[in-house]
């Protein structure tokens, strides 16, 4: 998930952040998943967010077109994206919020025609050093991960009431952050990054890895137990590459 590629970015500039992935090789492929983690104990009786907590998704709603629908936070649109880094190709999937339909291409060719929508509390934008470090440079990676050039932010008030909206472009959010933060040293990290783990992988490909980055430290590698280290299901490493013969022919399962 692009969510998973953020935080190793990010590395750099957050010292006290954790994260934990699982990787594994599979026909010449690196896998990679968040490490499971204790679920957390929701402290609101009923589980439900509070209302300013879905504002944002309201404001997402209202932009495309469709504001009286009953709003159900946890719907998603996704794609499926191949981004060159370095030496290396990634597959990943990213949330998409919508597209411009005066730019959009048939079968999304090109992320151009694709918009990041935000929505950005008054007091949040008042505290300048955390808007400047904290939500440009990740917009930025939401954004450059994907390849998508803009970005629409609904300022509100405390109350939740809309009263202007910003476009962005995405190729400005450097600029506006005043140096405090580098895209260079995100990328540069990341690459860094997956040819540590390629190293360590490649020591033994019929294992799987636990990659930990700890609070104020480094990242730490571990190789994991047989029984806590199955992610790959069946059906993709015996079916999905296994080649069947069928009359005479040979065919892979696609």
Known sequence: MRGTLKQICRSPYTPRDSWAIHVAEFQGSFYIVPAPSEPKADPRPTGRKPKRELWGNKFEQYLKGDPDDILDPNKEYRSVLKLSVGQFSLLFSPEVDC???????????????????KALRDETKMNFQFYKQSRLSDWWLDNKLVGIPRIIVGHFTQGGIVHSIELLKTEELPALGENEWDPNVYINFLVRFLK?????????????????????????????????????PLWYTQKLFTKEKTGEENTEAT
């Open 196 to 232: 540590f783990m390629k190293q360590k992988v490649m020591e033994d490909t019929a294992a799987v890895y636990k990659f930990e980055r700890r609070p104020m430290g480094h990242i730490y590698c571990s190789k994991l137990k047989k029984s806590d280290s199955v992610f790959l």
């Open 99 to 117: 597209a411009d339909p005066d730019l959009y291409r048939e079968d999304h060719k090109d992320m151009g025609a694709f918009v990041l929508v």
